[in-house]
């Protein structure tokens, strides 16, 4: 069944999507592009982080997040992961007062950046900012 989405059927007689658009992975990959990618998605309420410093971490379509309620009190929301390793920054859900890669220790403000860099050295033109 060859089927286009006409948004003038009424929602009683409109027909069931093929099973393609549930299991293809080209169907999937193109959600992701036209959907995921494009809107925004909640993931939570305000009032899980009723205090600065908490936070709840998920995953949406293979990308970590972080959302939080920084040090000034406002909500934040950011990729789960540090900027160097990529390795993820915050488990589930719970208050910190700063970030730290489980890797190489970098460590992260609440706002997002970054504070400090251990073991970077003496490295020229490397900006903490």
Known sequence: MDYTFDPTIPIESAPTPPS???TDPGVFAAEKRQVFEKAWIAVGRSDQLSTPGSYFTGNLVGNPYLVLRDEAGD???MHNVCRHHAAVVAQESGRACELVCPYHGWTYHLNGRLKRAP???KMS???VQ
């Open 119 to 121: 073991r970077m050295g």
């Open 75 to 77: 909500l934040r929301a």
């Open 20 to 22: 393609s658009w549930y």
């Open 125 to 127: 033109d490397f900006n």
